[in-house]
């Protein structure tokens, strides 16, 4: 009778693990969604491109060796897209706000790190100092702060 009883427990013991392990991945999968930085990003039609980090000539801080210094937001897809909320950022002290901008389909922006005046092709993030380094990385988030695009760039090393 004492056998019985085991297995009995041990069946039921089994079966509960087994029903347990089923239940666990499908609460640990949902964690996190929906709520901003961690979740991951939607699919994303905005991305970065080129990079100027290293103005050319002189680094005399002036508007316009500031304004050599940029990053290319380029929308890759069909349709326009507000980019209203999005940031560009280096770090937490080195962000610019998208405000008010809407990118083409197809087309692609350039942020400036200086002072001007905006327009549909360039942005200004009125800096009167560099940003991007020689080893840096640029981020954009949409406006729910998903990382939608990163890029990292350093210079090639001499061997």
């Known amino acids: 009778m004492s ?28 964690h996190g969604h929906g709520h901003g930085h961690g979740a991951p990003a939607p699919h994303s039609t905005v991305t970065l491109g080129a990079v100027q980090y290293d103005s050319p000539g002189r680094d005399d801080r002036s508007n316009r060796s500031l304004n050599e210094e940029w990053v290319t937001v380029k929308n890759t897809g069909k349709r326009a897209v507000n980019l209203n909320g999005y940031t560009l950022a280096k770090d937490s002290r080195h962000v610019y706000h998208f405000k008010n901008v809407r990118l083409a389909a197809k087309q692609s922006l350039r942020v400036h790190t200086g002072v001007g005046r905006n327009t549909s092709r360039d942005l200004y993030q009125g800096s009167r100092f560099y940003i991007w380094d020689n080893d840096d990385t640029a981020t954009l988030r949409d406006n729910h702060h998903h990382v939608v695009a990163s890029k990292h760039w350093a210079p090639k090393r001499h061997r």
């Not at 009995?8 to 949902?30: E, K």
């Open 3 to 30: 056998n019985s009883v085991s297995r009995t427990a041990a069946v039921i013991l089994g079966s509960a693990a087994l029903a347990a392990g089923a239940v666990l991945p499908a609460v640990a999968a949902d």
